[in-house]
């Protein structure tokens, strides 16, 4: 069992930051990719960034140059630095990452419970 704990979402001004991070735990192998997503209300779940374990990235085109996607092998954590929010970026956030439990098994995809940014102008 993978549980992926979000933290440190909330409510910030126009042109404020943000970090936000997500934690796995329980049976660990290996991490493969790890990302964020997002979903407005009345809106389809988004990908923001991603990260592969070697530390490849990537990012949604109306997020590139204001946030920065990072995370920490040991810790089996990822970070969202968000810089310069607008209030479109208001929105749930999720955390998701591609799991390997044990040597032998393909990796199996989890989800965050989401967390909260609200973006006021």
């Known amino acids: 069992q993978v549980q992926l704990v979000e933290s440190g979402g909330g409510l910030v001004q126009a042109g404020g930051s943000l970090r936000l991070s997500c934690a796995a735990s329980?049976?660990?192998?290996?991490?493969?990719?790890m990302g964020w997503f997002r979903q407005a209300p009345g809106k389809q779940r988004e990908l923001v960034a991603s990260?592969?374990?070697?530390?490849?990235?990537d990012y949604a085109d109306s997020v590139k140059g204001r946030f920065t996607i990072s995370r920490d092998n040991a810790k089996n954590t990822v970070y969202l630095q968000m810089n310069s929010l607008k209030p479109e970026d208001t929105a749930v956030y999720y955390c998701?990452?591609?799991?390997?439990?044990?040597?032998?098994?393909?990796?199996?995809?989890?989800w965050g419970q989401g967390t909260q940014v609200t973006v006021s102008s």
């Open positions: 998701n990452a591609d799991v390997v439990t044990t040597f032998f098994r393909p990796p199996r995809n989890y």
């Open positions: 990260t592969t374990s070697g530390g490849t990235t």
């Open positions: 329980g049976t660990i192998f290996t991490i493969n990719a």
